[in-house]
């Protein structure tokens, strides 16, 4: 598949073009999904970031046409990322109760606080809230998945409706790419590093090259194909939510032919 690849990136850096949609078969699209990625490209082209006091475009490697939530997990290479904020939030609610419980201390003094029976409840229930609850909370927070708690927001709303894509995108259903990185892609394609499918060792080189990732929001495109090429048999689960959520009578998306 990357050497299938290579050759469509050969093909098109031929012809001139100023951008080269890579699009596989098995999708089906929004009705204006050429209008919203016009939109997306001029505003991606317009981004400027500064770098010593000037302003420059950022390059950027692609714009996504679709995507997939279900692919956007916690993942086991950020476990010291995970780690460091349960721990940052653990310690966060810790000393906000020990200044609190300090600043009562001080106000009503030690003679007028609650009877020796409502202190013992008191320090029990807060060995309860730090030994069991409060680590629970963080628990359940990762197991109501990195999808429901840290997604690209469906229902937020852009002139432009582009979103920077997160670490770990996937499919390969639809990507656009400037002319300007076709060569670094071919390269890449043609003589890829790794034995890994397109669309991952395409993340390793943007962020080996500190280029930017872009994807259309709502997702124009939907996958519909039934199995995966790079997994034999294996029933393809690979689908992007937020284009289902499009309906031709309240926003003007539809199906396209």
Excluded at 65 to 80: C, K, Q, T, V
Aim: with cysteine; hydrophobic share 40%.
């Amino acid at each position: 598949m990357r050497l299938d690849h290579s050759l469509l990136v050969e093909t098109c850096m031929n012809t001139g073009a100023d951008y080269f949609a890579l699009v596989e078969d098995d999708i089906v699209a929004s009705q204006d999904w050429f209008p919203r990625l016009e939109k997306g490209l001029k505003f991606v082209e317009g981004v400027v970031v500064s770098s010593n006091n000037r302003d420059k475009k950022e390059e950027w490697l692609y714009l996504r046409l679709f995507y997939s939530e279900l692919l956007m997990g916690w993942n086991s290479e950020e476990w010291p990322t995970y780690l460091g904020w349960s721990c940052t939030v653990y310690a966060a609610v810790l000393v906000s109760f020990l200044v609190l419980r300090s600043k009562r201390w001080c106000c009503f003094g030690r003679k007028r606080t609650a009877r020796q029976g409502a202190a013992d409840v008191s320090r029990y229930a807060t060995a309860m809230f730090f030994g069991l609850w409060l680590p629970a909370l963080i628990a359940l927070w990762f197991l109501s998945g990195r999808v429901s708690t840290s997604r690209v927001n469906p229902f937020a709303w852009t002139s432009h409706g582009v979103r920077e894509m997160m670490n770990y995108g996937c499919c390969a259903q639809g990507l656009v790419f400037p002319k300007r990185q076709l060569p670094g892609v071919f390269k890449l394609m043609r003589y890829p590093p790794y034995r890994f499918p397109g669309d991952m060792i395409l993340e390793g080189y943007a962020g080996d090259h500190g280029l930017k990732k872009w994807a259309l929001d709502p997702s124009v495109f939907q996958h519909v194909g039934f199995t995966e090429s790079s997994a034999g048999p294996r029933r393809a689960e690979v689908w992007n939510f937020s284009f289902e959520r499009m309906s031709p009578k309240t926003t003007g998306w539809g199906w396209g032919g």
